[in-house]
């Protein structure tokens, strides 16, 4: 495979991890160090992170008590080969386009704009560990200089990787996949662990929802880029433990909109359904910033979504008219679920 394909529709059928050995063999980027930026870009100001023990758990409590530093990349680069403390430094999941717009250019031409949510640049010492996670976008993962090792789960192991239970760090496993407790987590036994090791030079394709751990075995640069999914993708029986209708939920209108689209052309009435329950909620959210709805995390299934905006269209602060309309939008999607009015209803079934 060259670099020249395309995200959406080359890489769209894309279901489970894919490895490309070499993909950066031969290109500008692949050419990149450490030491090498730094000489091109001595003072651009770069955040850092810092660990006692290695670990980076992203959002939580850890990095916040560790902190990060903002230095000179060249600062941060010569650290990068001091081993003073055993402190391990990661400027983890940094802004490509805003740091180094300048390497963007550099790059095969997998980071097409209008794809890409995000793209980011990840400079660690050996003995980094990103600690098990999933991201709800598809990543094109590109080890550019050392290697990493990435333990893989697939989306439908989700409950033996035990999901944080606070809303902020939900897509992060609450299992030590080194250490497993199994008092706390028995059903890690039954996840399949899929360990790949990626040499400078490879790229990895990873489907959303995939648990990665990913340890840094030698000084590391990577640079990732993460592309929406497709709403099928969200939806497909792999991803049936993955959870949809979180995604869908904490989708602006936009999103949920083309979901909507999307299931009522496909003639998915469950599926589009649901969007529209989702849509309901969102639209709540937006419409009641006089209080808090504190809900979307944990619903299963369309049946509880309903169950709880029915609830809250009870709920006083409302005024008669949200009320009704939050009613006849819920009895729209009851009725097309139970097949006495056209899926097209659904279309305007959650203006509120
Ligand atoms: O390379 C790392 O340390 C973590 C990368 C990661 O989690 C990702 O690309 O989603």
């Not at 369309?302 to 009895?331: G, N």
Request: with cysteine; aromatic share 8%; charged share 25%.
């Amino acid at each position: 495979m060259t670099g020249d394909f395309n995200l959406e529709t080359d890489l769209h059928g894309v279901v489970e991890p894919v490895v490309l050995r070499g993909f950066l063999r031969g290109t500008a980027a692949g050419a990149w160090t450490p030491e090498l930026l730094a000489a091109r870009f001595p003072d651009r100001p770069v955040e850092v992170s810092h660990s006692r023990d290695g670990k980076f758990d992203l959002l939580n409590e850890r990095e916040v008590v560790e902190g990060n530093a903002e230095m000179a990349f060249a600062d941060f680069v010569a650290k990068l080969g001091e081993a003073k403390d055993g402190r391990v430094l990661y400027m983890q999941q940094c802004s490509l386009p805003m740091l180094f717009p300048e390497l963007i250019a550099e790059l095969p031409p997998v980071l097409d704009p209008a794809l890409v949510v995000d793209a980011n640049i990840w400079i660690g010492k050996r003995g980094a560990l990103s600690p098990a996670h999933f991201d709800p976008m598809n990543n094109f993962f590109m080890q550019v200089a050392g290697r990493k090792k990435m333990s893989l789960f697939a989306p439908s192991d989700y409950r033996a990787l035990y999901p944080r239970e606070s809303a902020s760090v939900s897509h992060m496993s609450s299992v030590d996949i080194d250490r497993p407790d199994v008092s706390r987590h028995p059903d890690f036994a039954k996840a399949v662990r899929t360990d790949i090791v990626l040499e400078a030079g490879d790229a990895l394709i990873l489907p959303a929802y995939y648990w990665h751990q990913v340890y840094t075995l030698e000084d590391s640069l990577s640079v990732n880029a993460w592309w929406r999914i497709r709403p099928e993708q969200a939806l497909v029986p792999a991803n049936e433990a993955a959870p949809p209708l979180r995604l869908l939920l904490d989708e602006s209108r936009e999103p949920q909109e083309g979901y909507l689209q999307y299931f009522i052309g496909g003639g998915h009435r469950s599926l589009a359904v649901t969007v529209a329950l989702a849509r309901v909620h969102r639209a709540l959210s937006e419409a009641s910033e006089r209080f808090e709805i504190t809900d979307t995390v944990q619903i299963d299934e369309p049946k509880a979504l309903r169950e709880q905006l029915e609830s809250l269209a009870r709920e006083p602060r409302y005024v008669a008219a949200e009320r009704e309309k939050i009613a006849t939008a819920i009895d729209t999607c009851e009725a097309v679920m139970a097949g006495k009015r056209p899926l097209d209803d659904l279309a305007h079934a959650a203006e509120l």
